[in-house]
């Protein structure tokens, strides 16, 4: 079927609202916010906060609206996706590139000129790492794919902390690998329950190449990795006991989803599982910040 075939009107404003991924822009401006947020002992300055956040938020659309563009005839073939823009028809190929391009140029600029260099430079290799590294080439390529393009998508928070500080620390990086290690359960508990789409649009997920079962085995040790890497902040000294609480109460949780994924008992687990991942990060990284301040740990802005 091609896309011209299922045109059905003119784009609209909430087509290219859309083609950025707001939800998925949310929750990364969310931990880039708290990424700032952690940096200092006290509060942002008021024009980074809203800059810098705006210009990351702007060049992370711009990475949603690539993968729109380059995965249109994948989009087509499955359910969750059928009715995206790009893929029925509804904004042009050549206008949903214009409509990223100037996107990230806006955002690029805008960090540039109001936040620090290195920011934008960061910014833009986690845009392009998502654009071109992961939907061009690993999303088609291994079913490592999520694993390894997960690295682009852990980059908010340290985005965040390096546009407070101007620099790499330690603690940002540590921010960036609790996502990194979130990604791999949160995706494949989606592609288990989407398994079939996944199929048929010939997309090599792991459960479509090692079957549902390893992929469960799987969601569950890299939760238990990601259990054990969400209390290293508390390890560091970086945040204290409230959010030592916390990670654990939220990490026990899921386990709870990633043991009753591999029971097999429960046919709604695997979505169950990917909507709890949601609710674990954006807790998780909220309990950070209000141990941040209650507890004010004196290393928290080193």
């Not at 896309?3 to 290219?16: F, T």
């Not at 048929?200 to 259990?227: D, N, Q, R, S």
């Not at 000294?237 to 990633?258: K, N, P, Q, S, T």
Request: proline share 5%.
């Amino acid at each position: 079927m091609s896309i011209q075939a299922v045109s059905v009107h003119r784009a609209g404003w909430r087509d290219y609202y859309e083609l950025t991924k707001p939800r998925v822009v949310m929750l990364m401006i969310l931990t880039s916010v708290i990424g700032m947020l952690l940096a200092v002992p006290g509060m942002v300055p008021l024009d980074i906060l809203l800059l810098g956040n705006l210009g990351i938020a702007l060049c992370a659309g711009s990475a949603a609206a690539v993968n729109h563009l380059v995965d249109r005839h994948v989009d087509i073939k499955m359910a969750r996706t059928t009715n995206r823009p790009v893929a029925r028809g509804r904004v042009e190929p050549h206008k949903a590139l214009l409509f990223a391009l100037v996107l990230g140029c806006i955002g690029m600029g805008i960090l540039i000129a109001f936040v620090n260099p290195l920011t934008a430079w960061l910014t833009l290799f986690s845009l392009l790492g998502y654009a071109v590294v992961y939907t061009m080439f690993l999303k088609r390529a291994t079913p490592q794919n999520i694993v390894i393009g997960g690295l682009a998508g852990a980059a908010p928070p340290l985005l965040g902390w390096v546009a407070v500080t101007g620099d790499v620390h330690g603690h940002g990086l540590l921010l960036a690998l609790i996502i990194f290690a979130w990604t791999p359960p949160h995706f494949w508990a989606l592609a288990v329950h989407r398994r079939d789409d996944y199929a048929k649009a010939e997309i090599p997920m792991l459960p479509i190449t090692h079957g549902v079962h390893y992929t469960k085995i799987h969601i569950l040790l890299y939760t238990i990795i990601l259990f054990a890497v969400s209390l290293l902040p508390f390890a560091t000294a970086m945040l204290g006991w409230i959010y030592l609480l916390g990670a654990v109460v939220l990490g026990i949780g899921f386990l709870y989803w990633a043991v009753e994924m591999l029971r097999d008992k429960n046919p709604k687990a695997g979505m169950e599982t990917f909507k709890y991942s949601i609710i674990y990060l954006m807790a998780l990284f909220c309990i950070m910040l209000l141990d941040h301040y209650l507890v004010a740990l004196p290393t928290s802005g080193v």
